[in-house]
């Protein structure tokens, strides 16, 4: 019996037109509890492949599980349980921080006073409390990033997706929605995340799987990966051995 809440059951995707696939063939369970990295080189397939574990994008082949349901027949119930923080910026820069996270939080049924204090709670937590009738378009990046990862997270998910959550941030941006993060996994959210970030991600991960040419070319926890690494100190010298030295330049 397993105790996984992501179910990844030989998963391909094919972008229409394109000549070959993104994600092939591709296997993995993330049980209850783990802060789980996806990373790769540029174009690996990374934001395919947690496109599809949050549903917004369909496999070609293969079946995808997520708390033992699939999207097609349990589209809603599993939009409940997780949450969602995309690459790109979901806010609208006219609106300020506060008005952003209360249209985001009544899109998940979230209203009134429940709704306010979460908000500004959450916007508390983070550091932007004096930011929040700001419009978001005057926010610096690391400022945008952490009002997009409160968006995500207002409905206290079991099940959260990040795609690339500390990207072109400042240190100081980035340890607070790091240590965020810990906090909500310490109570009980399952974490997915893609990075490019190895030394974060080797302090940050409890189980990471390196994902190259859309298949997964090595998973364990940081230190298996290290210690199964031929004079590998750090996850980044396992990164290369794996993946290579060549620019992944694509387009
Ligand atoms: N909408 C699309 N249509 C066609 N091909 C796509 C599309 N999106 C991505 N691809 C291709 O799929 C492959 C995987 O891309 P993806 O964005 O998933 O990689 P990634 O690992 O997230 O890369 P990065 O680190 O650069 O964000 C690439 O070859 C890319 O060109």
């Known amino acids: 019996m397993t105790d996984a809440v992501i179910q990844i059951d030989t998963v391909s995707k094919k972008y229409k037109g394109a000549d070959n696939y993104s994600i092939h063939h591709l296997d993995l369970d993330i049980e209850k509890g783990e802060i789980y990295g996806l990373l790769g080189p540029n174009g690996a397939g990374k934001t395919t ?31 409940q349980a997780i949450g969602v923080v995309p690459q790109e910026y979901a806010l609208y820069p006219t ?29 508390d937590h983070l550091g932007l409390s004096k930011f929040k009738n700001k419009k978001v378009s005057t926010f610096s990046g690391g400022m945008k990033r952490r009002v997009n990862l ?5 409905h206290k998910p079991e099940i959260l997706f990040l795609d690339e959550p500390t990207v072109g941030v400042d240190v100081q941006s980035k340890n607070v929605i790091i240590e965020h993060l810990k906090m909500l996994n ?15 991600a080797e302090t940050f991960c409890t189980q990471v799987s390196i994902i190259d040419s859309g298949t997964i070319v090595a998973s364990g926890t940081p230190k298996e990966l290290i ?17 290579g030295e060549a620019l992944r330049d694509y387009a």
């Open 186 to 200: 310490a109570n009980g959210t399952t974490i997915v995340y893609t990075s490019h970030h190895l030394n974060e």
């Open 227 to 243: 210690d199964n690494t031929n004079d590998a100190q750090n996850l980044e010298d396992v990164f290369i051995q794996l993946t």
């Open 95 to 123: 609106l300020s921080a506060y008005e952003n996270l209360m249209y985001f939080g009544a899109m998940y049924g979230l209203s009134g006073t429940t709704l306010k204090t979460k908000v500004i709670e959450s916007l």
């Open 49 to 79: 492949l947690i496109s599809m574990l949050c549903g917004l994008l369909k496999p070609t082949a293969g079946k995808i599980k997520i708390n033992g349901l699939s999207f097609k027949e349990n589209a809603k119930n599993i939009k």
């Open 150 to 154: 409160i968006a995500g997270i207002l």
